[in-house]
Nanobody
């Protein structure tokens, strides 16, 4: 069970911090990440972080502006989004992917809207 929060409306250049709280899974054994989907566009993987070593991935479109982190003690993954642009407007979905293979889990999504 994944629950995202932190979305909202912000002006271009502003910041938001998304959170995704996990329950019912061994959080430390899951890769955690974020996808986004804007109207009329394909779903895009934004960022992910591995389960043990803190290795991260970022889409080119967000490199240098977004930072993913996780707190295994709180079963939570974060996405700090700075220097937001109107093209970052999308629904952002958190996911949990088991490092050992198996079914991934998805959150319900949180809307991020960046006005110009």
């Amino acid at each position: 069970h994944l629950v995202e929060s932190g979305g909202g409306l912000v002006h271009a250049g502003g910041s938001l911090r998304l959170s995704c709280a996990a329950s019912g899974l061994s959080f430390e054994h899951y890769y955690m990440g974020w996808f986004r989907q804007a109207p009329g566009k394909e779903r895009e993987e934004v960022s992910c972080i591995d389960s043990n070593y803190g290795r991260t991935y970022y889409a080119d479109s967000v490199k240098g502006r977004f930072t993913i982190s996780r707190d295994n003690a709180k079963n939570t993954v974060y996405l700090q989004m700075n220097s937001l642009k109107p093209e970052d407007t999308a629904i952002y979905y958190c996911y949990a992917d088991p490092a050992a293979g198996g079914e991934a889990f998805w959150g319900q999504g949180t809307q991020v809207t960046v006005s110009s």
